[in-house]
């Protein structure tokens, strides 16, 4: 009974990063609020897939906001240019979110980074 | 005539009924005692039935109605609950009549009763008619909160008035009736 505290898991859409700066951050994962659900929903990170389409060595910011509202929920990860990053539940902290998923990195070049992030949609 | 069924009963991870159709409940709430038969019941699956909302870091809430909690006339609730956010939450049923007492202490429920009372049948409450429960909550953690939310599960009854013949038999100890406490102890009913 112990995942009486766990949430449902649930995985993101590939969403592709294609400008840079904190006021290009792109939506990765929505949390749901349908009008009429029962509840409140909240959001913990549990895998994410960082692919850099040639888009050259930079970070990448996860948090939530867009702009100046921007507030990371991990610190920046580092990306290789054409690489994939695989990061794991054992990577990454337990920060639990009350609002949508952004992203956004600091350079393009001219590439751009495909994203998919797993979560514990919990509530 | 005994049943297999009575309050914060810890089953095999679940939450038993308190008691089936046909079966004499007697609801003590303050200083009354409401002696009924069981006609009708169901389950309630687990579902958030109140969000305290944001609590800065070391406030405690202000204490919140839990009206999702409420039901018809003639009907009780059995309830067994947890916080699913890092608070210690303190229940009031009724409102201004804490629960979980001791002589010094109001004992709160925080979200590491999952793991030590796993079938949280120490959290088990009743609710009578529409009399539901407040709950408090203390942002113990050095960080601001944005939810509260709290989460329970049991059973719904409905109930119908036994006749005088029967309540006497039920005192007199020849009947069987289960005893149900839906509000905080305020003197002998």
């Known amino acids: ?123 | 005539m005994g049943y297999d069924l009575f309050p914060h009963k810890s089953g095999n991870g679940g939450v038993e009924p308190i008691a089936l159709i046909g079966h004499n409940v007697c609801v003590k709430y303050s200083n009354d005692n409401h002696y009924r038969r069981v006609i009708w019941f169901e389950p309630i699956p687990p579902f958030q039935f109140l969000d305290i909302g944001a609590i800065n870091a070391g406030i405690t809430s202000n204490r919140i109605q839990a009206e999702n909690l409420q039901l018809w006339r003639n009907e009780f609730a059995q309830i067994r609950w947890y916080p699913l956010d890092t608070a210690q939450v303190r229940l009031f049923l009724p409102s201004a009549d804490g629960r979980y007492n001791l002589k010094n202490t109001q004992v709160p429920i925080d979200p590491t009763i999952v793991d030590r009372d796993p079938c949280l049948h120490l959290t088990e409450f009743f609710v009578w008619e529409d009399r539901n429960p407040a709950f408090e909550a203390i942002n113990y953690t050095a960080v601001n909160i944005t939810t509260c939310r709290l989460v329970g599960m049991g059973y719904r009854y409905v109930t119908e008035s036994l006749p005088e013949t029967d309540i006497s038999k039920i005192k007199a100890g020849t009947l069987q009736c289960t005893n149900i406490v839906a509000s905080g102890f305020s003197g002998k009913p």
């Open chain 1, 1 to 123: 009974m112990k995942v009486l505290n766990h949430g449902k898991r649930r995985a993101g859409a590939v969403t592709n990063l294609a400008a840079a700066g904190v006021a290009a951050a792109v939506a990765i994962f929505t949390r749901s609020t349908a009008g009429g659900m029962v509840g409140t929903k909240t959001l913990k990170i549990k895998r994410l897939k960082i692919r850099n389409n040639g888009a050259g060595n930079t970070w990448v910011h996860i948090g939530t906001g867009t702009g100046g509202t921007f507030v990371d929920a991990v610190p920046a990860l580092y990306s290789i240019s054409n690489t994939t990053d695989d990061y794991q539940e054992f990577d990454l902290p337990e920060v639990e979110l009350n609002a949508t998923i952004t992203a956004y990195p600091e350079a393009v070049g001219t590439g751009s980074f495909d994203v998919q992030v797993e979560v514990d949609e919990i509530g």
